[in-house]
Structures are given as C-alpha cells and as structure tokens.
C-alpha cells in the first residue's frame, strides 16, 4: 500500500510546474534574437473576460451572463540589469509604439508555453535607498494569447 501512495504522490509532484522556471523572452524588433528579460523574479499572466448581464424577470430571481470579449497581460519584474540587451529592448520598445512578440517558456523543460504580440504599457525603475534597483514591465496584449503547448500537440481525430 505504501508503494501505490509513493507512486501516486510521485506522479502527481512530477506535474507541478515551479515558478522559477518559467522565463518571459521578448523577439528583437527585427525578429532575428529572442531575448530572456534578465533579472527576473515575478511573472504573471493575467486572462479576464468581459461579461454581460442579461438577467430578465424570468431569471427567477439570478443574474445572468454572457461571456464577451477575452483580453490578456503580463506582469514582470525582477532586478534592473540596466546593461542587458534584454532591457535596452525594452526601453526601445517603451519610446515606441509598435506591439512586440513575447513567449513564455520553461526553462527547465525546454518547452514553449505561452506567445502573442503585446504592447509594453508600463517600465517603471525603482531605485530604494535600502535595497537593489528593480524594475517592472507591464505587457498588454493585443489579439490573443496562443497556448503553444496546446498547438504543439498534433491534432487527434
């Protein structure tokens, strides 16, 4: 019995993902070199819906919803490497307009996990008098966000 439950806790321990692996890079602006943001800490990807209300008086007294239109974002930060490619990148892609193309990866694993093309809306430095310089970049996408490990997968009929 011991077994089963080594092997049951085993196998679901290799399904978990530990978040230090898992790395935003950014394509170059002439799409030649992908570049890991250096100095990350913190990453997430936020995916929200819009909702509507539909309720009428024959919702027997609920709310109703239709789902609308998806939208996503990426919150990064981590310590400011103001001399990496990774962030004279970003500082570029900042003073203009232009969306860029992220990906998300595991680092361990080697896999692809998530990609789109996302504006950078915000790269604040901070510089506290007791610690290291930090930064953070907020991505907002623009269209949607691709699972790429979902679309590695061939298709099974």
Known sequence: MSETLYQNLSSNLN????GKDIVLSIWSTDGNSLLAVAGQQGLTINRDKDTFEVTSKDS????????GFKEWSIDND???VRSHDSHKLLKK???GDDPVLIKVTNQKTE????????????????APYD????????????GALVDLEDN?????L
């Open 15 to 18: 399904k978990a993902i530990a």
């Open 60 to 67: 027997n007294g609920w709310k109703e919803f239709l789902g």
């Open 78 to 80: 981590g310590i400011y």
């Open 93 to 95: 892609i900042f003073e």
């Open 111 to 126: 896999t692809d996990m998530f990609g789109g093309l996302a504006i950078l809306q915000s790269y604040p430095i901070e």
């Open 131 to 142: 610690d290291a310089v930090t930064y953070t970049a907020s991505l907002q996408g623009t």
């Open 152 to 156: 590695s997968q061939p298709d099974s």
